[in-house]
T-cell receptor, first 114, second 115 residues
Framework: DAKTTQPPSMDCAEGRAANLPCNHS???????VYWYRQIHSQGPQYIIH???NNETNEMASLIITEDRKSSTLILPHATLRDTAVYYC???????????????FGKGTKLSVKP | GAVVSQHPSWVICKSGTSVKIECRSL??????MFWYRQFPKQSLMLMAT?????????EQGVEKDKFLINHASLTLSTLTVTSAHPEDSSFYIC???????????FGQGTRLTVV
């Protein structure tokens, strides 16, 4: 799986958009970009994933650059409950069985402030 | 989305005793589940892959005789920390896939404190 680079921490004002960057310059053509978050003392929570098109769901938007070497997770209106560590993970999709584990980096600690 | 449930959410045990942690997929069957460990201020590290009906696969450096994994059904995997020591105190998390093409779902984690 390709490696990712994320800033260790970011702050965001409540109600504003939080834009979390991720670099994955060695991503291969069939690898997806996944985002998970981990609120303190809880298990990780799936947010969104994408291959090359931008994606949006009820939680967030994912913007992937045309060369796919970086992406940005956007939380459009951050709330205090969005304070968490956000992990960007690049991996092949459809891996079954013992290949289905995720490799977590250090992520970005997002602090949403009132 | 699919739900994965862990029990207990926290446990305190005495050094030398054993602790069992359960991981259940509540609304889907999982032939494979994963066990992770997370020390304070660190990221999740994969410990082992739990396979229904067969032996678990352990990552390098994880003692299989200390961390016993049983995956006896398609909805339940258990991790038993045997002869626990204070250095085993950690946050243990399981995950499962609903199917090969879906995202992973995680349990809420179990905080183990060995005193």
């Amino acid at each position: 799986d390709a490696k990712t680079t994320q800033p260790p921490s970011m702050d965001c004002a409540e109600g504003r958009a939080a834009n979390l960057p991720c670099n994955h310059s060695t991503i291969s053509g069939n690898e997806y970009v996944y985002w998970y978050r981990q609120i303190h003392s809880q298990g990780p929570q799936y947010i969104i994933h994408g291959l090359k098109n931008n994606e949006t769901n009820e939680m967030a938007s994912l913007i992937i650059t045309e060369d796919r070497k970086s992406s940005t997770l956007i939380l459009p209106h951050a709330t205090l409950r969005d304070t968490a560590v956000y992990y960007c993970i690049v991996r092949l999709r459809g891996l079954r069985g013992s290949q289905g584990n995720l490799i977590f980096g250090k992520g970005t600690k997002l602090s949403v402030k009132p | 989305g699919a739900v994965v449930s862990q029990h207990p959410s926290w446990v305190i045990c005495k050094s030398g005793t054993s602790v069992k942690i359960e991981c259940r997929s509540l609304d889907f069957q999982a032939t494979t589940m994963f066990w992770y460990r997370q020390f304070p201020k660190q990221s999740l590290m994969l410990m082992a892959t739990s396979n229904e009906g067969s032996k678990a696969t352990y990552e390098q450096g994880v003692e299989k005789d200390k961390f016993l994994i049983n995956h006896a059904s398609l909805t339940l995997s258990t991790l038993t920390v045997t002869s626990a020591h204070p250095e085993d105190s950690s946050f243990y998390i399981c995950s499962a896939h609903q199917g090969g093409d879906t995202e992973a779902f995680f349990g809420q984690g179990t905080r183990l404190t060995v005193v």
